[in-house]
C-alpha cells in the first residue's frame, strides 16, 4: 500500500468523496467503474480540460496525478473505448471524455486529435471498516444510490427529452424547460438518464432552476447500456419524483439510435407510460422527420414539439411542421412557447392558471 498526493480528482469518482491524499494498491480489477490514480504522460491542446466532483473544469497537463474511474464510452463523436480485460501497474491507458472516464481508445475523432495517454500508478484504496486499516477497491458504486426495482413516479408528469443524435440541442432544451416551467410557477426536477458520466449538463438544469438534479453515475453507472439504462431511468425517475415537484424533466442522452440505451428505455412499456409529452431535439429536418417517424412506429409514442438546430429559423419551423406535422419550438429562441406547448399536452396549464397566487412549490 502506497500513499499518492493527486492533482485532480475526476467528477465521475464524486460519489467516492475521495480526498487529495489516497492510498494505492497494486491489485487492480479490471471492472467498470473502478477508481484508479494514473499520471498524464502528454499534453494536448484541445479537449483536454477534467471536470472536478465541483463542476469546474480543470486543464491536464503532463504529469498531472489524477483519480479517474475505469470504464468504456463508445460515442458517435469523440473517442470510442473499451475496458480491457485485465489492467496492472504501468499499463498505459487513455482518458475517454471530459469526466475522467479511463479506458482503451478503439477511435479517434480528428476534431479532438489524439487522446491522453496515461500510466496507471495503482488501485484506489477505501477504507469502509471503522477504525481498520483494510483497504478495499474503490468504486464509485460506494455512496451510490441503489437501483430501484420498481417505477415510481406518485403521478407526477414527465417531459422526456430524446435527440436525433449526440450534440442536437437535447440540454439546451431541458435547460430551456426548466427555466422556462420555473418561471410559470411549476416547481421543476430534472435528470439524465444515458451517456458517460459528466456532471456538467444537469448543472446546467440545477442553474435553469432545477431544485432536483440527478445523473446515472449518482446510481454507480459510468456508461450506460441497454442493459443497465432502463433500471437508472426508473431510479432516477422515482428519486425526482420522491421530493414532489410539479414536474419532472429527463434527459435522455446521445441519440435516439445510440449506443447507450435510449431505445432500451423508449422500448420499455412502464418507462413509456410514464412520459406525458416527449420532445425532439433534431439537428436538421431530415433528422426530424425520421426521429418523429421512429418514435410513432418503432415506440409507439407521439412527438409532442421539435426543437434543436432544425427549428433555428422560420424556414425550418415551418419545414419541420410541413413534414411532419409537430410543431416546431425553439428552445433558444422561444422558451415560453416551447413550455406553452408542452403545458398544453400535458394538460396543466389551466390547472396552474388556476392556482396562480399561491406560494412557489404548492
Not at 17 to 26: K, N, P
Not at 314 to 343: E, F, H, K, S, W
Request: hydrophobic share 45%; charged share 20%; glycine share 12%.
Amino acid at each position: 500500500m502506497r500513499t499518492v498526493f493527486v492533482d485532480k480528482i475526476g467528477s465521475v469518482t464524486m460519489n467516492c468523496r475521495l480526498s487529495r491524499e489516497v492510498r494505492l494498491g497494486d491489485d487492480i480489477p479490471a471492472i467498470e467503474g473502478g477508481v484508479v490514480a494514473v499520471r498524464v504522460l502528454n499534453s494536448k491542446g484541445s479537449y483536454n480540460q477534467l471536470e472536478l466532483p465541483s463542476g469546474r473544469f480543470s486543464k491536464i497537463k503532463p504529469g498531472d496525478v489524477a483519480a479517474v474511474a475505469l470504464g468504456h464510452r463508445k460515442a458517435l463523436v469523440g473517442y470510442s473505448g473499451h475496458l480491457p480485460a485485465s489492467v496492472h501497474v504501468g499499463d498505459r491507458l487513455n482518458l475517454l471524455n471530459l469526466g475522467g472516464v479511463l479506458g482503451k481508445v478503439d477511435s479517434i475523432n480528428p476534431d479532438f486529435g489524439e487522446p491522453f495517454v496515461c500510466e496507471v500508478l495503482g488501485q484506489v484504496l477505501a477504507f469502509p471498516y471503522l477504525g481498520q486499516r483494510v483497504g478495499v477497491p474503490a468504486h464509485i458504486r460506494q455512496g451510490a444510490i441503489p437501483l430501484a426495482q420498481t417505477l415510481d413516479t406518485r403521478g407526477i408528469p414527465v417531459i422526456a427529452i430524446v435527440g436525433s443524435s449526440m450534440n442536437a440541442g437535447k440540454t439546451a432544451a431541458a435547460c430551456s424547460l426548466v427555466q422556462a416551467l420555473s418561471h410559470k410557477g411549476y416547481v421543476v426536477a430534472a435528470g439524465k438518464a444515458t451517456g458517460v458520466s459528466l456532471r456538467r449538463d444537469i448543472l446546467a438544469m440545477e442553474d435553469a432552476g432545477a431544485r432536483r438534479t440527478l445523473i446515472f453515475t449518482d446510481l454507480g453507472i459510468v456508461t450506460t447500456t441497454a442493459e443497465n439504462a432502463p433500471p437508472a431511468a426508473r431510479t432516477l425517475l422515482t428519486q425526482l419524483a420522491a421530493s414532489s415537484p410539479d414536474v419532472i424533466v429527463l434527459e435522455l442522452g446521445d441519440g435516439l439510435l445510440g449506443l447507450y440505451g435510449v431505445d432500451a428505455i423508449l422500448g420499455d412499456p412502464e418507462l413509456r407510460a410514464s412520459f406525458g409529452a416527449v420532445v425532439l431535439a433534431a439537428a436538421d429536418p431530415v433528422a426530424a422527420w425520421g426521429g418523429v417517424r421512429l418514435l410513432k412506429e418503432r415506440h409507439g409514442l407521439d412527438t409532442t414539439v421539435v426543437t434543436g438546430p432544425a427549428t433555428d429559423n422560420d424556414a425550418g419551423i415551418g419545414l419541420v411542421q410541413r413534414q411532419t406535422g409537430i410543431p416546431g419550438r425553439n428552445a433558444r429562441a422561444n422558451p415560453a412557447a416551447l413550455a406553452d406547448r408542452v403545458l398544453e399536452i400535458l394538460g396543466m396549464a389551466e390547472r396552474r392558471a388556476a392556482g396562480a397566487g399561491g406560494e412557489l412549490g404548492d
